[in-house]
């Protein structure tokens, strides 16, 4: 061997040895995938509830040494891919995913996103828990998926609990019989419309406005001059973030003077009750959260690591979906993914929002209404939980 | 009456949309896929300036339109007058310029998106009610709409008053021949696109009183401006007017008094029959 080929072999060895730590310091991770909407349509959402969760997350577990598993601590690795806001993009993420090997997949953003991938992570043998999706085929699904679990509850659940919410307002005397209802045409708020028109209806509900608007609507000028012309008692809109904010502000410069006022996605999204102010007051939407120190705390710890403020809808839920898989990984030891599946549906977990259970492959508590009162926005009606907040009257939009 | 008081508030929303369109593919020739991203910047300029500095977003245009001016001068020097010396014919030049703008528009998201992140941006500005005839309307958008009309008449005059305009005019109908006549046609186009690039932003900055914007409601601006100046006819900014006055009137119309779900489906319709009835547009010329 002469001079040259020895001092390429020494090279060669020096300069891949940190290559060769590294591979070693990657074993010595746990890998988890995360998908979403960076870009598109979901984006704006995907930017408050999901994607700081799982940076939170992340940094907590980390923090404190990694996931306690049989095989010692283990450091935490996020794999990060963006969908776009398509649902062929999500299941080419999750597929890409499965392909770089990573231990676990978390919850993918959205309904449709969420049950587009379903046969995917069934087929790849990846246990699904999903979040942010809303649905009423959870029996169906699960029955079909065996390792799918359903942590945002059913449609019907929030379109009955909010249409319940105004039933007792005009049980009790507080509101006449008459409302308005508006949804956006498209997914959830199609769906929540047409769960809503029955319920309303059994509830001894006079509908006397019912109109669809298309997603991206400039002007909902007309559409709320002509549910005011209607002359209700009560205002709901099975909305969408960009309508849901278009909506309120009209509702405060045509002075809408109803008693009670609904308006289902957003509501519970910090940007709004930084653009409205004190004038948000009493509105009722999808979500709420039971106010106690250790959510306070979750909010607070929320902003200081991630920058971003925690909505109040699904990002509670979001962190305790996060502390149940937590726990399941440290008892199971290992990422094994029938462990993990089997683990899930056998037990339940001490969680911020209380006892979190996922038994039967859904979650059998969450919130469903909120309403802001005095800056927070309060639980006023859900599943599985008893104790709420009082509802108040809507007085005007000072 | 309401009808047509929000169906002409909304028109100018329109019109203001697609000014800034009309100028750089009507009259500079380039088309602009990037065009509603570039609103949506100056969006998130006024909406940046209104919560950092409780700037009012009318204040923020003297900030937010030399800078997308100069900006979108930039752009054209450096990446579109390398398209327009290479393009043999017109037509190779617009596939040129929309797969280039195309890839502009996302660049403009991810910088957007790693500036600002991904959430909704949104605040209050004269969200109050002003009356017209005993009716409340939101003042946002009746200042938005005196703000569009003043800018659509100033270009108006402007393009049909002064020499510039006149040589703007010139390099639209006809740029070899321009060039015979000693006009800078490089220079002219230039102007033009950078021009459209400041009037789309300023178009931001004024939606952004009441509409809520993140980094990626740019193709929503985009689709409508190029409705609005396809309909209106190339090459004259009063075709775009006529144009989005026409697609507010019957948006409002429809949403009152038949379904606002059939809204969508009203203005395409608009759309197509327009097309059908004057393929070069309300105002356009033939093509040759």
Same mark, same amino acid.
């Given at each position: 061997?002469?001079?040259?080929?020895? +001092?390429?072999?020494?090279?060669?060895?020096?300069?891949?040895?940190?290559?060769? &730590?590294?591979? /070693?310091?990657?074993?010595?991770?746990?890998?988890?995938?995360?998908?979403?909407?960076?870009?598109?349509?979901?984006?704006?959402?995907? *930017?408050?509830?999901?994607?700081?969760?799982?940076?939170?997350?992340?940094?907590?577990?980390?923090?404190?040494?990694?996931? %306690?598993?049989?095989?010692?601590?283990?450091?935490?690795?996020? +794999?990060?891919? $963006?969908?776009?806001?398509?649902?062929? !993009?999500?299941?080419? *993420?999750? !597929? /890409?995913?499965?392909?770089?090997?990573?231990?676990?997949?978390?919850? +993918?953003?959205?309904?449709?996103?969420?049950?587009?991938? @379903?046969?995917?992570?069934?087929?790849?043998?990846?246990?699904?828990?999903?979040?942010?999706?809303?649905?009423?085929?959870?029996?169906?699904?699960?029955? /079909?998926?065996?390792?799918?679990?359903?942590?945002?509850?059913?449609?019907?659940?929030? @379109?009955?609990?909010?249409?319940?919410?105004?039933?007792?307002?005009?049980?009790?005397?507080?509101?006449?019989?008459?409302?308005?209802?508006?949804?956006? *045409?498209?997914?959830?708020? +199609?769906?929540? @419309?047409?769960?809503?028109?029955?319920?309303? $209806?059994?509830?001894?509900? !006079?509908?006397?406005?019912?109109?669809?608007?298309?997603?991206?609507?400039? $002007?909902?000028?007309?559409?709320?001059?002509?549910?005011?012309?209607?002359?209700?008692?009560?205002?709901?809109?099975?909305?969408?973030?960009?309508?849901?904010?278009?909506? *309120? !502000?009209?509702?405060?410069?045509?002075?809408?003077?109803?008693?009670?006022?609904?308006?289902?996605?957003?509501?519970?999204?910090?940007?709004?009750?930084?653009?409205?102010?004190?004038?948000?007051?009493?509105?009722?939407?999808?979500?709420?959260?039971?106010?106690?120190?250790?959510? /306070?705390?979750?909010?607070?710890?929320?902003?200081?690591?991630?920058?971003?403020?925690?909505?109040?809808?699904?990002?509670?839920?979001?962190?305790?979906?996060?502390?149940?898989?937590?726990?399941?990984?440290?008892?199971?030891?290992?990422?094994?993914?029938?462990?993990?599946?089997?683990?899930?549906?056998?037990?339940?977990?001490?969680?911020?929002?209380?006892?979190?259970?996922? &038994?039967?492959?859904?979650?059998?508590?969450?919130?469903?209404?909120?309403?802001?009162? $005095?800056?927070?926005?309060?639980?006023?009606?859900?599943?599985?939980?008893?104790?709420? %907040?009082?509802?108040?009257?809507?007085?005007?939009?000072? | 009456?309401?009808?047509?008081?929000?169906?002409?508030?909304?028109?100018?929303?329109?019109?203001?949309?697609?000014?800034?369109?009309?100028?750089?593919?009507?009259?500079?020739?380039?088309?602009?896929?990037?065009?509603?991203?570039?609103?949506?910047?100056?969006?998130?300029?006024?909406?940046?300036?209104?919560?950092?500095?409780?700037?009012?977003?009318?204040?923020?245009?003297?900030? =937010?339109?030399?800078?997308?001016?100069?900006?979108?001068?930039?752009?054209?020097?450096?990446?579109?007058?390398?398209?327009?010396?290479?393009?043999?014919?017109?037509?190779?030049?617009? =596939?040129?310029?929309?797969?280039?703008?195309?890839?502009?528009?996302?660049?403009?998201?991810?910088?957007?998106?790693?500036?600002?992140?991904?959430?909704?941006?949104?605040?209050?500005?004269?969200?109050?009610?002003?009356?017209?005839?005993?009716?409340?309307?939101?003042?946002?958008?009746?200042?938005?709409?005196?703000?569009?009309?003043?800018?659509?008449?100033?270009?108006?005059?402007?393009?049909?008053?002064?020499?510039?305009?006149?040589?703007?005019?010139?390099?639209?109908?006809?740029?070899?021949?321009?060039?015979?006549?000693? #006009?800078?046609?490089?220079?002219?186009?230039?102007?033009?696109?950078?021009?459209?690039?400041?009037?789309?932003?300023?178009?931001?900055?004024?939606?952004?009183?009441?509409?809520?914007?993140?980094?990626?409601?740019?193709?929503?601006?985009?689709?409508?401006?190029?409705?609005?100046? #396809?309909?209106?006819?190339?090459?004259?900014?009063?075709?775009?007017? #006529?144009?989005?006055?026409?697609?507010?009137?019957?948006?409002?119309?429809?949403?009152?008094?038949?379904?606002?779900?059939?809204?969508?489906?009203?203005?395409?319709?608009?759309?197509?029959?327009?097309?059908?009835?004057?393929?070069?547009?309300?105002?356009?010329?033939?093509?040759?």
């Amino acid at each position: 061997m002469d001079r040259r080929s020895v +001092i390429k072999l020494v090279g060669a060895t020096a300069l891949s040895a940190p290559f060769a &730590r590294v591979a /070693r310091a990657q074993d010595a991770t746990v890998k988890i995938g995360v998908v979403g909407p960076r870009t598109g349509l979901m984006a704006s959402g995907a *930017a408050v509830t999901h994607f700081p969760q799982f940076k939170l997350w992340e940094h907590e577990v980390n923090a404190r040494g990694g996931l %306690k598993l049989k095989s010692g601590h283990k450091k935490v690795e996020l +794999i990060e891919y $963006d969908d776009r806001s398509q649902p062929g !993009e999500t299941i080419k *993420a999750v !597929e /890409r995913l499965a392909a770089d090997k990573v231990d676990f997949i978390m919850p +993918i953003y959205g309904t449709g996103y969420n049950l587009a991938v @379903a046969p995917v992570f069934d087929k790849l043998g990846y246990p699904q828990v999903t979040q942010a999706a809303v649905t009423d085929q959870i029996d169906t699904l699960t029955k /079909r998926y065996p390792r799918l679990f359903i942590v945002q509850g059913s449609t019907t659940s929030y @379109a009955s609990s909010a249409v319940g919410v105004l039933k007792k307002l005009k049980d009790d005397g507080k509101i006449g019989n008459k409302v308005a209802v508006v949804n956006v *045409a498209d997914a959830f708020g +199609i769906e929540l @419309a047409n769960a809503g028109r029955g319920i309303f $209806d059994k509830s001894g509900f !006079e509908i006397v406005y019912d109109k669809s608007y298309p997603l991206g609507t400039q $002007d909902l000028a007309p559409v709320m001059k002509s549910a005011k012309a209607a002359n209700p008692d009560a205002f709901v809109a099975w909305s969408y973030p960009p309508d849901t904010f278009g909506l *309120a !502000e009209l509702a405060k410069v045509e002075n809408l003077n109803v008693k009670a006022y609904y308006s289902a996605v957003a509501v519970a999204f910090p940007a709004f009750k930084k653009k409205f102010g004190s004038a948000i007051e009493n509105v009722l939407g999808c979500g709420g959260i039971q106010d106690s120190a250790e959510i /306070r705390d979750f909010y607070k710890r929320h902003h200081d690591v991630t920058g971003v403020d925690a909505d109040y809808w699904a990002s509670p839920v979001y962190y305790s979906m996060l502390q149940m898989l937590t726990q399941t990984f440290e008892s199971v030891g290992a990422m094994d993914r029938e462990a993990i599946t089997a683990h899930l549906k056998s037990h339940t977990f001490k969680t911020i929002i209380g006892e979190m259970d996922v &038994r039967k492959q859904k979650l059998t508590r969450y919130w469903t209404v909120g309403q802001w009162q $005095d800056g927070t926005f309060h639980a006023v009606a859900g599943v599985g939980f008893t104790d709420f %907040k009082p509802v108040r009257l809507k007085t005007g939009w000072a | 009456m309401d009808v047509i008081i929000i169906g002409l508030l909304l028109g100018g929303n329109y019109a203001i949309m697609a000014m800034g369109l009309q100028l750089q593919y009507g009259v500079a020739r380039i088309m602009n896929l990037a065009s509603g991203e570039v609103l949506v910047c100056g969006a998130f300029g006024a909406i940046w300036l209104f919560t950092a500095y409780s700037l009012s977003p009318l204040l923020a245009l003297i900030g =937010v339109v030399p800078a997308a001016f100069v900006v979108n001068w930039a752009i054209y020097w450096l990446m579109i007058l390398p398209l327009v010396k290479r393009a043999k014919t017109q037509g190779q030049l617009e =596939v040129d310029c929309i797969l280039a703008t195309f890839g502009l528009s996302f660049m403009a998201i991810g910088i957007l998106l790693a500036m600002f992140g991904g959430e909704f941006l949104a605040y209050s500005y004269l969200a109050r009610p002003f009356e017209i005839l005993g009716q409340p309307y939101s003042l946002n958008r009746v200042v938005a709409f005196l703000c569009s009309t003043v800018l659509c008449v100033g270009l108006y005059l402007w393009l049909h008053h002064t020499r510039a305009g006149l040589t703007l005019r010139a390099v639209s109908v006809n740029p070899s021949a321009a060039g015979l006549v000693s #006009i800078n046609v490089a220079r002219t186009s230039a102007l033009a696109f950078a021009l459209g690039g400041a009037v789309s932003a300023s178009g931001g900055a004024l939606l952004s009183m009441f509409l809520t914007f993140d980094a990626s409601t740019g193709v929503m601006f985009t689709m409508k401006a190029l409705v609005i100046v #396809i309909m209106g006819g190339l090459g004259d900014i009063r075709g775009s007017i #006529i144009a989005a006055f026409i697609l507010g009137l019957t948006e409002t119309a429809v949403a009152t008094y038949i379904d606002p779900g059939l809204t969508l489906a009203a203005a395409y319709v608009l759309f197509i029959v327009i097309l059908l009835v004057r393929p070069e547009g309300l105002l356009g010329r033939p093509s040759s």
